[in-house]
């Protein structure tokens, strides 16, 4: 318990939230100040569990506070913002009032966002809310083995972790007997809708458990393996911490059933020492039990009882309480470890990835991690016994030398010691490709090359200011300027610029014109700048159209959708032609250069009919033109999850041999199949010796759940019947992008590192064993006649060669 227990147990709920959670807030900042610059990333999963409001059946006129006391809060509010769907406008008053109470007590720099439906919920249901998603290890979660919700996520994290979607979802009965005033004044027999709303606030905000319960089977289950930071404050009757029994099993099915506690410093110093008792009955209620105090403990009329699962008709409560306010306090904070028995066991799947004087170990904690404890690992390498400590997978082991044969043995330790060791097969390192510096000034993540009048040229962006950037190699060096971007004056927008792009070149000699389509992602336009050696011009090609068309229209003109996910251009003796996804329709759309004027025309993803298909469409493309012949090569996704993550995709091919828009003839290069579920989740195109060659990434598939990249996959197009060859990750890694394809070799990102294989003996070899923070897109290039790679390594743009 904190020094200062005994004065929070004595201050009100309005006094204590907000010095409590913002004196969490700024430990939980200092802390992240250590955090590795790279761990920029985190896990995201899908809330689906409703917690559930009930209505109850005595008929009270009981008034546990009023609101008069919130107005004491001296921090900024908190800014909430209600997507409101059906709701009847005279209840907006008394949800917008709940909202305003939660906005003076709960911190967070980042803006929370409702989506408050008016629906029919069954009998006795009041209200349900839950969290837009949960989210682990971001920067700055006090422990990265636990599932954050939504607005806590962004409260700790200090930003939006999801700005596409609410922090909160919460849905109210559409007939029930609601009481909507604001006065706290409900005749006899209503209910008041300003109690329910604060009461599912508190639940999106983070109060609440994804257990669930079995009745048949008295099995015990915590959604997707890792519980919430509330569970993890939980206590058994024997003292264990509720998130580390054994899950699923019948031992968690009884403990659910089983009087509970709360184990949090703030919480118990708010109920006066005494660990506060949670709903657990003995007969478990889907929805209700354990995410909510205790309703015999906490009785109407008393200062507790907002956050119990039932509210009594005439029943007013607008004030979350002590304990309620100090529970929300302790998950800003890590939770206490429970009691340690034993040893662990040794860690899961352990695996040496190739490195240059280095290996990549990763792993997976055991399986009972959480039961022991684990706070560390030990990693011991041999030969030469030196050892390295780490928190979590992978870590990376230097100091190696190439040409050894290394094996590594992976300990998980507790406070009692460390369990048996986990042995990976043995790895041997070897040296990467030499690196040049072609720009020290950026930060590439998307990347094109093409000859401009004899000289090679590399369109990017750079991710940290959103600039496009060209470099051009003169003689030996290479010479990088701004073409478009927020920090310039020269260009035709200052919006960022950190999206998809491509490069074309058209005419002859001294004749020839340069043009780049990218991504202007403020507006998500298609915009075009083009340069005929002394001067750039600017322009939008597609996305400030109108109106978004329908996908039946046969006439394509400019269109208002989201066109900045992807795009691809050719030049042919037809002229200058451009492809791109319509990310709002999820179709491919097209334009073509005449005369001054484009011409619009949809390529796929509009029906079953001369080969296309329905199917999301080019959410990855490339193109390439032969002749007059121009390639589309792009993904199709036909099923996704919950998630919105694809189960069933393809990888699909656009021919025709005109500029006629009539003329596309459509196959299907990589269809979906049973081992196989989803292609495409990168693309690459290139022309050698008069033919085609595409690679794309593809996943396998898995028991685990969704299907994750870990495919690499090759293909003649200019077959009659392209035969994929597949190419897994070995000890290299799982494949990932940057993808891009050589006449010889093709390149391939392997967990944070750079592979590449050689296409005749499919021999595998380490590029870079440095961070690529080009994750999109790489290109080959031949350089004083040496072939190589230009891809973003440590923030910056360098030429790779053997």
Not at 68 to 83: D, E, G, I, L
Not at 200 to 210: D, P, Q, R, V
Not at 382 to 402: E, I, M, R, W, Y
């Amino acid at each position: 318990m904190p020094a200062n227990a005994d004065n929070l147990a004595r201050m009100s709920p309005s006094r204590l939230l907000r010095p409590l959670i913002a004196l969490v807030l700024l430990a939980g900042l200092l802390t992240s100040v250590s955090t590795p610059a790279e761990a920029l990333s985190f896990q995201s999963r899908p809330a689906t569990q409703w917690i559930n409001y009930y209505a109850g059946k005595t008929l009270t006129l009981s008034k546990a506070d009023s609101t008069s006391t919130w107005k004491n809060a001296t921090s900024t509010p908190t800014k909430f913002s209600v997507n409101y769907t059906n709701f009847p406008e005279a209840a907006k008053s008394a949800f917008n009032q709940a909202v305003s109470i939660w906005a003076n007590l709960y911190p967070s720099a980042v803006p929370i966002t409702i989506d408050a439906s008016w629906a029919n919920l069954g009998p006795g249901v009041l209200g349900s809310a839950r969290p837009g998603r949960f989210f682990a290890d971001f920067a700055g979660t006090p422990d990265r083995t636990l599932w954050y919700p939504s607005a806590l996520a962004n409260a700790l994290a200090g930003k939006d972790l999801d700005p596409a979607n609410a922090e909160i979802v919460a849905r109210f009965s559409s007939n029930n007997a609601w009481y909507l005033g604001t006065d706290g004044l409900p005749p006899a027999g209503r209910y008041d809708l300003e109690t329910a709303v604060l009461h599912e606030i508190g639940h999106g905000l983070g109060f609440l458990s994804t257990d669930s319960y079995d009745a048949i089977s008295g099995v015990g289950l915590f959604q997707d393996d890792m519980p919430t930071p509330f569970d993890a404050f939980i206590r058994t009757p024997d003292d264990r911490r509720l998130s580390d029994i054994p899950n699923p099993s019948r031992e968690l099915g009884r403990l659910l059933t089983s009087p509970l506690s709360w184990a949090g410093a703030y919480g118990i110093a708010a109920n006066n020492g005494v660990r506060p008792n949670l709903y657990a009955p003995s007969r478990y209620q889907d929805g209700s039990s354990i995410s909510h105090l205790d309703e015999g403990t906490y009785p109407s009329g008393t200062p507790n009882t907002l956050m119990t699962p039932q509210l009594e008709p005439g029943e007013v409560i607008h004030d979350p309480g002590p304990i309620a306010v100090g529970m929300l306090a302790d998950l800003r904070t890590k939770p206490p470890a429970g009691p340690v028995t034993s040893l662990p066991s040794a860690p899961l799947n352990p695996v040496a990835l190739v490195g240059d004087a280095s290996a990549l170990i990763t792993f997976d904690p055991p399986v009972d991690a959480r039961l022991t404890q684990v706070g560390t690992y030990l990693v011991t390498v041999t030969p030469g016994g030196f050892q390295s400590q780490t928190d979590a997978s992978p870590v990376k082991v230097n100091g190696l030398k190439p040409g050894i044969s290394y094996t590594f043995a992976i300990k998980a330790i507790n406070s009692l010691g460390a369990g048996p060791a986990a042995y990976t097969d043995p790895v041997v390192p070897q040296p990467s490709w030499r690196s040049t510096v072609v720009d020290l000034k950026a930060n590439p993540n998307f990347i094109a090359t093409t000859t401009f009048r004899n000289s090679l040229t590399a369109v990017y962006t750079d991710t940290t200011t959103g600039v496009l950037k060209r470099a051009t190699l003169v003689g030996s060096k290479w010479r990088s300027e701004i073409i478009d971007g927020t920090s310039t004056a020269r260009g035709g927008t200052t919006h960022n610029l950190n999206g998809a792009l491509s490069s074309c070149v058209t005419g002859t000699g001294t004749k020839q014109i340069l043009h780049i389509f990218y991504t202007d992602t403020k507006d998500k336009d298609l915009r075009h700048a083009s340069f005929d050696g002394k001067q750039w011009k600017y322009e939008v090609v597609d996305g400030n159209g109108p109106l978004v068309q329908a996908v039946e229209d046969p006439i394509r003109i400019r269109t208002a959708s989201d066109v900045s996910v992807s795009n691809a251009c050719v030049s042919t003796t037809d002229g200058l032609q451009v492809f791109y996804r319509d990310d709002s329709q999820g179709i491919l759309l097209g334009a073509a250069l005449v005369g001054k004027s484009w011409r619009y025309e949809l390529i796929d993803g509009d029906r079953v009919t001369n080969n296309r298909t329905t199917g999301d469409v080019a959410f990855h493309l490339a193109a390439v033109a032969l002749g007059r012949s121009v390639n589309v090569f792009y993904d199709s996704v036909l099923k996704i999850d919950r998630d919105r993550n694809p189960t069933l995709g393809e990888v699909r091919e656009a021919v025709r041999s005109s500029g006629n828009p009539n003329a596309w003839v459509y196959r299907t290069i990589d269809a979906t199949s049973p081992k196989y579920p989803v292609s495409g989740y990168g693309i690459s195109l290139t022309v050698s010796g008069g033919k085609i060659y595409g690679s794309w990434l593809s996943a396998s598939n898995s028991t685990l759940g969704t299907p994750i990249a870990d495919t690499i996959d090759w293909a003649n197009l200019s077959a009659s019947t392209p035969f994929p060859l597949r190419i897994p990750g070995g000890n290299y890694g799982v494949p990932s992008q940057p993808l891009a394809l050589g006449s010889k070799s093709m390149l391939y990102g392997c967990q944070g590192r750079l592979c590449a294989v050689d296409l005749a003996s499919r021999r595998q070899s380490l590029v870079s064993g440095s961070n690529a923070s080009a994750d999109r897109s790489a290109a080959f290039i031949t350089v004083a006649g040496k072939i190589g790679v230009l891809v973003g390594i440590n923030r910056s743009l360098r030429f790779l060669r053997p």
